[in-house]
């Protein structure tokens, strides 16, 4: 049975999309972008404190899930600019010491609310 997850922990949806859904014991995660769940204003800093903002978001609701960063097995990084590739990667790889999960980065034209990163996950639950 598919099940919706929803928590304060990471920023509410700002469409019509859920956080996540849970099926069959897999994690499909929405696009988390750099927002401050408490406040909902884009935190700031350069790439790497907002990577780490949207990577903490991702575990709030992963953990929701009944998941964590530890079971993630597919990432994509959408970059508002490739030039920011080093700096997202350093503090991606603070959360993915160990056996990191496959990963596609992109750049893309625009983000929403203007990010400069937005990242997605597959896991297991």
Same mark, same amino acid.
């Given at each position: 049975m598919k099940r919706i997850?929803? =928590?304060d922990g990471a920023p509410k949806a700002i469409g019509p999309y859920s956080q996540a859904?849970?099926?069959? *014991?897999?994690?499909w995660c929405? *696009?988390? $972008?750099p927002l401050d769940p408490a406040s909902g204003a884009m935190v700031a800093g350069d790439v790497a404190a907002q990577t780490r903002r949207v990577l903490d978001n991702l575990n709030a609701v992963l953990i929701a899930s009944g998941s964590g960063l530890d079971r993630?097995?597919?990432t994509t990084v959408y970059l508002r600019d490739m030039g920011d590739f080093a700096a997202m990667n350093a503090a991606y790889a603070e959360y993915f010491a160990q056996?990191?999960?496959a990963r596609? =980065?992109?750049q893309a034209a625009r983000l929403p609310k203007d990010a400069a990163v937005e $990242?997605?996950?597959?896991?297991?639950?």
């Open positions: 997850v929803a =928590t859904v849970v099926l069959d *014991g897999w994690v929405s *696009g988390q $972008i993630v097995v597919k056996d990191p999960p596609a =980065t992109v $990242i997605d996950c597959v896991a297991r639950a």
